[in-house]
């Protein structure tokens, strides 16, 4: 006789729902089958309705496949919505529920993974104190708290401007943020590309923790914007403040999301950046505003995005103005994004590997590596940071080159 678990199926259905998945989606990755009389998807409709009762096999599937528990799964009720920390977002309200799960879903991987990393830190009794999480405060100004990156990280206005691209400069901050202990992560999913999330639901995520700061960086966001998110989440950071950051399309009504704004575009285009090269700007066309951002953008190595954010906040272009822009590079990008995705698939594009590593980031790729020459962590604990099948970690760390 068919053995079955006495839960609440309301659990079942929060698990899936907070996973971003659609009842299709999970009833196919649950295995569930279709027959002539039930497809997988009315097995599992029936399953969250409370007209069938789950096996024991099938609640620990529900456990891996929506990333809890599996003892989640025979609480009364459904716990509270998972801590994002502060929502910096200007309006996530208008997130879909299955664009907020998946973040969720993702946000609960990456806590996981930090908490580990935390833990691995103080096992080797290699976790001081870092004094720049929570050193700074929006009083002191935006310049001020630049200034206090820009001397963390070591880096000079000169060194900016020469580097090889917006690829370059990012791989230039990302390695000097990782020197002095935060970890950068590259993600937008949690493990799968139909659990993809768009860069218009977030841009980045920081962990603002005094042993294991983490940031993440949505990697479907445009190459030329990570080194905004990442300067603007080490803001974050600076602040003390834990949370999930938006888009960049117009001045935030959220003062610290303006402030960390603020910050980032002082720190990539200095105060002296020949503002009154631009005062024109003020009675230009669009198409002649977005010719004048180009050049900026090239010649420092960064997003036109933030150009036309800067010159907002200088008022040298109207809020229209800088909409219609911030519209037009949205679209632009979408468009790249998809040639650049047709043109892998034609040619082929670099191993999961290198894929992998890039994401992942040289400073968390050391740790694991130490852990594990250390005899301090197993592969089981080493695939669950790294974010891969135990089989998988060998090949993944025999690499050492990254590559952006």
């Not at 809890?68 to 919505?81: A, D, G, K, S, V």
């Not at 250390?374 to 998988?392: C, E, N, Q």
Request: aromatic content about 6%; glycine content about 6%; some cysteine.
């Amino acid at each position: 006789m068919r053995q079955t678990e006495d839960i609440n199926p309301r659990i079942l259905a929060w698990a899936r729902e907070t996973a971003g998945l659609t009842v299709e989606e999970a009833a196919d990755k649950l295995a569930l089958g279709s027959s002539e009389r039930a497809t997988a998807a009315s097995k599992l409709s029936a399953l969250e309705s409370g007209d069938r009762s789950p096996t024991s096999a099938q609640l620990q599937k529900a456990a891996a496949l929506y990333k809890r528990p599996l003892i989640t799964f025979y609480m009364p009720e459904p716990p509270q919505r998972g801590d994002r920390g502060e929502d910096f977002r200007t309006a996530p309200g208008e997130v879909s529920k299955r664009a907020n799960g998946l973040l969720d879903a993702l946000l609960r991987d990456v806590k996981a993974r930090q908490q580990m990393v935390r833990n691995l830190l103080e096992d080797e009794d290699e976790a001081p104190r870092l004094a720049y999480v929570g050193s700074a405060s929006m009083e002191q100004g935006p310049a001020t708290v630049a200034g206090s990156i820009r001397t963390a990280l070591g880096i000079a206005t000169e060194q900016q401007k020469a580097a090889k691209g917006p690829d370059g400069l990012f791989s230039l901050l990302r390695s000097a943020a990782e020197k002095i202990g935060v970890f950068v992560l590259l993600l937008s999913d949690t493990g799968s590309h139909h659990s993809a999330i768009s860069e218009e639901v977030f841009r980045g995520f920081a962990i603002a923790d005094e042993v294991a700061p983490f940031i993440v960086i949505n990697d479907r966001d445009a190459r030329t914007a990570r080194s905004f998110t990442l300067v603007h989440e080490l803001t974050h950071i600076w602040l003390g403040q834990t949370g999930v950051s938006g888009p960049v399309r117009d001045t935030p009504a959220n003062a610290i999301e303006r402030f960390c704004n603020d910050v980032a575009g002082e720190f990539l285009l200095p105060s002296f950046f020949p503002l009154n090269d631009l005062s024109q700007l003020r009675s230009m066309t669009v198409p002649v505003v977005l010719r004048a951002t180009e050049r900026v953008s090239q010649a420092w190595n960064v997003s036109q995005a933030l150009v036309t954010y800067r010159l907002t906040r200088e008022q040298w272009i109207s809020a229209a103005v800088a909409g219609e822009i911030f519209r037009l590079l949205a679209e632009r990008w979408r468009n790249e994004r998809e040639r650049s995705r047709d043109a892998q698939s034609d040619a082929g594009g670099p191993s999961y590997y290198v894929v992998k590593r890039s994401r992942l980031g040289e400073a968390l790729m050391h740790v694991v590596r130490r852990g594990l020459q250390g005899d301090v962590l197993t592969h089981t604990r080493a695939a669950k940071i790294l974010g891969v099948k135990p089989a998988s970690v060998e090949p993944l760390l025999r690499g050492q080159a990254m590559v952006e």
